[in-house]
T-cell receptor, first 115, second 110 residues
């Protein structure tokens, strides 16, 4: 059974650019959540999608957005990149809605460097 | 502001000893508690979850939850060098948001 697949694994952008990250969940998993991990702040919740709808959102500015497609694949977008957006972006999938109630399986992450 | 606090470590434990990792949380409304392990350069993976007060054992791992004192702990018996990793405590709330602690780095000394 394939795990959670995230692409790209590594990317370098400059300030002001925008980036799109992709996540394919485990087959049969309908919930996808996104996290930002940095050495200083740890793992922080960005948002969760279920049935193509955003169900939960963390405390991040509107520059961070996402969507989910009918096949449960999800993308997140960060516009007008800032240096502080450099981080490891992790996607996690779970069977049902509610990141807190279900076991999360994480992808390998997309490491974003903003110069 | 809901918070999950962990000692950042590193916590050094001799091989074969018991490693004890602790986590405190601020909101009494917390419902579910998770321990994830993250090896350097890898993504987190679930070790255990616990919902009710008391102990839950799985192999060498025991999770302990005390809701009155608002702490959850993870005990690793017979620690092995392969247990060296960062351990993340995570707490979920009624709104289903999950908050992670910043993690405790564990180093098992051979």
């Amino acid at each position: 059974k394939a795990g959670v697949t995230q692409t790209p694994r590594y990317l370098i952008k400059t300030r002001g650019q925008q980036v799109t990250l992709s996540c394919s969940p485990i087959s049969g998993h309908r919930s996808v959540s996104w996290y930002q991990q940095t050495p200083g702040q740890g793992l922080q919740f960005l948002f969760e999608y279920f049935s193509e709808t955003q169900r939960n959102k963390g405390n991040f500015p509107g520059r961070f957005s996402g969507r989910q497609f009918s096949n449960s694949r999800s993308e997140m977008n960060v516009s007008t990149l800032e240096l502080g957006d450099s981080a490891l972006y992790l996607c996690a999938s779970s069977l049902e809605l509610g990141a807190g109630a279900n076991v999360l399986t994480f992808g390998a992450g997309s490491r974003l460097t903003v110069l | 502001q809901k918070e999950v606090e962990q000692n950042s470590g590193p916590l050094s434990v001799p091989e074969g000893a018991i490693a004890s990792l602790n986590c405190t949380y601020s909101d009494r409304g917390s419902q579910s508690f998770f321990w994830y392990r993250q090896y350097s350069g890898k993504s987190p993976e679930l070790i255990m979850f616990i919902y009710s007060n008391g102990d839950k054992e799985d192999g060498r791992f025991t999770a302990q939850l005390n809701k009155a004192s608002q702490y959850v702990s993870l005990l690793i018996r017979d620690s092995q060098p392969s247990d060296s990793a960062t351990y993340l405590c995570a707490v979920s709330y009624r709104d289903d948001k999950i908050i992670f602690g910043k993690g405790t780095r564990l180093h098992i000394l051979p």
